[in-house]
């Protein structure tokens, strides 16, 4: 879904998985400093928005997902996984519940498998899952963002912002009046450099929660009954995940960044060397300059100096080993 801001003067449309929304629009990092002041907007139409209606919603969702929701208080924020039967990340969900209706943003492109499995697991329970994409825009506030928020709009708030589920007719006419707007790569640089990982980005076909820092903001230890429990107490009780999340300084005399996927090496032993790990996101900061998060192998010693295709990269653990 093409959102009608990329028609904007200066918009830079994403690619990718971001691919529907700007990139940025015009200067990269005055839109991050923006957004680390407390100031603008960033677009997110492109995500995916599910709503959960009915009696049984919150108790009926604590029975699939990672985080304890049977009793979330209305208008508190939480996010949750979608575990496979063996551990692995399927899904991400970004809720909040409104007093009569759970809303959930998702990954671009993900909102109908994830829907196709919530409507297998309804059985009996008193519940509506729909697809509300294409009537509601996700918009980021960051902290500290003074904007107001239109009446009858749900919000859901974090210590990173505030994410509004908007009318997506309203869509323009809210950008116009709460400007500056702040394309995906800026939001992006942010994220990298709060070490919060993203379905898709951080994660593959194997990614266990454990290995993102996901145990305790998107999993709930002590509820139980959802599909890939076994494997999260397993791995939490031996205490060694086969992987790790890092946050990469990287050497900032190099033109390119690393692209995802990039191997990651001891720089001691260059190109030639064993493969421990690889690039999942890169960026560019306005302060720290480029950045990126990567997965290593839980061995590798913190202070290992790492080579990721040529570019000189220094840990700081997200996950410790």
Known sequence: MKSPLLSLPGAVPAEGRD??????????????????????L????????????GDDRL???????????????????TEALILSANGHIEHALYLVDDGTTVWAHVEPDTQEALIAYLESMK??????????????????????????VPDGVVVRETAHGRDLFLPR????????????????????ALRIEGHRPRLGFETDHRTIPHELGWIGSAVHLQKGCYRGQETVARVHNLGKPPRRLVFLHLDGSEVHLPAPG????????????????????????????PIALALVKRNVPLDAALVAGGTAAAQEAVVEP
């Open 19 to 40: 691919e529907g929304v700007a990139a940025h629009y015009g200067d990269l990092f005055r839109e991050q400093r923006a957004l680390a002041d407390g100031k603008g």
């Open 42 to 53: 960033v677009d997110l139409s492109h995500r995916g928005v599910v709503t959960v209606t």
């Open 59 to 77: 108790s009926w969702l604590h029975l699939l997902l990672t985080q304890h929701v049977s009793e979330l208080p209305a208008g508190r924020a």
């Open 123 to 148: 059985f009996f329970y008193r519940v509506e899952v729909a697809d509300r994409t294409d009537d509601f825009a996700v918009v980021h506030l960051p902290a500290g963002s003074i904007a107001a």
């Open 169 to 188: 007719g309203g869509l323009e006419a809210y950008a116009a009046e709460q400007g500056p707007l702040a394309g995906i790569l800026a939001y992006e």
């Open 262 to 289: 990039t191997p990651l090496k001891l720089a001691a032993d260059g190109e030639e060397g064993r493969q421990l790990g690889f690039i999942t996101t890169s960026g560019r900061h306005h302060e720290l300059g």
